[in-house]
Each structure stands twice: as C-alpha cells, then as structure tokens.
C-alpha cells in the first residue's frame, strides 16, 4: 500500500486522478478514504483527502495555517513598501508637533521593521499537528530576526553616551542577529516553496541567499581590509587612495546592491503570489464536501 500511495504522490497529476482506489488512511483521524477523490475532504473530521495522497503540498494543507502564510507575506510586502517610500520621500515627521518630531522619526523608522518582523512570525507559524524536532530554519528566522530588533533599539538612547566601542559591538551584534534570521527566513521560505510544489520559485530563493550571502562575507572582507590597511594617521596606502579608484568601486557597489534589492524583491513578490495561491486552493480543497 505504500508503495501505490508513493506511486500517487510522485507520478500523478492531482487533476488527473480519479476516485481513490487503494486504502489510503486519513493523516488526521485514520479514516479511509477509498473511493472519494482527492479534492474532496474527510467526512469524519473535514481535512483534505488529498492531503493523504499527495503529501505535504501546500494546497492541501490546513487552510486556517496556509492563510497566516499568506498574511505573512502581506505584512513583509507593506514593511518592505513602507521603507522604499520612507527612503524615497522621507519620513513624515512634519505631521507631529516640533517637540515631537525627533521622537516621531525615531518611531517611525522601525515601523518597517516592526510589520517585517510581524509578518515573519506569520510566516514561520507552527502547522498544526506538525511537531519540528530541533532548532529549524522557522526558529531561527524568528530568534534572530527579533534578537536583531530589540539589540538595536537601545542604540538610540545610547549612541550619545555610551562609549565608542560599546556602540560598535551594539551594532555588530544587532546585524550579525538580523542576518542569521534573513538566512533562516530564507530556508523555510524556500521549504514551502518546494511545498507548492513552485521549484523554480525555490532555486530562486537559494539563489537571492546565496549572493545575500556572498555580498555580506564581502562586505566583512573589504571592512578587514580597509581596517587593517589605515595607517596611524588615518591615510591609506596609494592603490587604495585614488580617488577616481574609490569612486569607481562606490558607484559599482551601488549599481550592485540597487540590482540585487530589485531581484529579491522580484522574487519576495512571486513567493508572496504563491503563499496567496496556496491558501485559495487550501480553502477550496477543505471545503469540499463528499
């Protein structure tokens, strides 16, 4: 029996298939589903008859936990379009009293932050009657996402008081927390990618991790470098003092970072269509009846 119900999950098309025709017990309560098809739901406890055929697909999943994914990435959607106007045309600090505003701008430039953090709580969401064993990708998305957070909260009151080098290992600490959680949010995304099944969808999102992770191990070489080669007085050795050199590695950098922000926004755009996808097709699947 499990070797026709691999059978089903490798090689059939969902839409293809007719009434079940092997014992293929209910995930949830252990009911048989023999004779109904996959798009309709268990008459003993409602969950997707195709969630026993065809494995974990996202489609097929409880549509209450596939929603919450979808709402995820609405939030991350909004923080990430928030900071592109913020950046774009400034905060909207005019809108507060003169008493106010630099108060107002120091709230105002974590509300990014805050719907992005938001929506990866949704997003790294337990599914129910899944218990993960270990530290997952989900987990460190979120311990690392909020660790980063709330380690550079305090950077505003502190930054005029505290000592030079508790403000830089504040900071470094703060974004070594923020990166370890963007790479674990990118694992799981792309574990529900695969989960789609939308596997272009996933190597897209390996590959936005993998220059992610590239551009940063850079950016740590060239702070090395740069670090290690200042003499006493502050200068730099002579290839690295042309100024048209400088320039021209600034402006590259630049071209470099604005192409990579579009191409993973491109994707974080078609990963959100996909999660809204999953949902609808969830909902529809759990609300058939037999």
Not at 45 to 52: D, K, M, P, Q, Y
Not at 69 to 90: C, E, H, Q
Not at 121 to 137: C, D, I, M, N, Q
Not at 209 to 221: D, E
């Amino acid at each position: 029996m499990d070797g026709d119900n691999d059978a089903l999950d490798q090689t059939v098309d969902p839409e293809d298939l007719g009434p079940i025709h092997i014992d293929v017990p209910c995930v949830t309560c252990g009911y048989n589903l023999r004779g109904l098809t996959i798009e309709k739901a268990c008459p003993e406890c409602g969950t997707a008859a195709g969630r026993s055929v065809m494995g974990d697909q996202l489609e097929y999943a409880d549509p209450q936990w596939v929603g919450r994914l979808a709402m995820g990435m609405n939030l991350i959607i909004g923080g990430i379009a928030v900071a592109v106007v913020f950046t774009l045309f400034g905060r909207p600090t005019w809108l507060f009293p003169a008493a106010f505003q630099a108060a107002a701008d120091r709230i105002l430039s974590r509300i990014d932050e805050a719907l992005f953090l938001i929506g990866c709580w949704y997003l790294t969401a337990s599914e129910p009657r899944h218990k993960v064993a270990g530290f997952g990708a989900a987990t460190v998305a979120r311990v690392g996402l909020t660790a980063g957070m709330l380690i550079g909260l305090p950077l505003f009151a502190i930054a005029n008081l505290a000592l030079p080098i508790v403000v830089h290992l504040t900071m470094i600490a703060a974004a070594v927390a923020s990166v370890t959680g963007t790479i674990g949010l990118a694992i799981h995304a792309r574990g529900l990618a695969l989960r789609g099944p939308y596997e272009e969808l996933a190597n897209r999102i390996r590959s936005v991790a993998i220059v992610y992770v590239v551009g940063i191990v850079l950016a740590v070489i060239i702070s090395v470098v740069d670090a290690v080669t200042a003499t006493p007085g502050g200068g730099r050795p002579t290839w690295l003092s042309s100024r048209m050199l400088r320039r021209m590695g600034g402006c590259m950098a630049r071209v470099l970072i604005v192409g990579f922000h579009v191409w993973a926004l491109v994707v974080v755009v078609q990963f959100r269509w996909a999660m809204v996808h999953a949902a609808a097709k969830a909902r529809s699947t759990w609300a058939s009846t037999v």
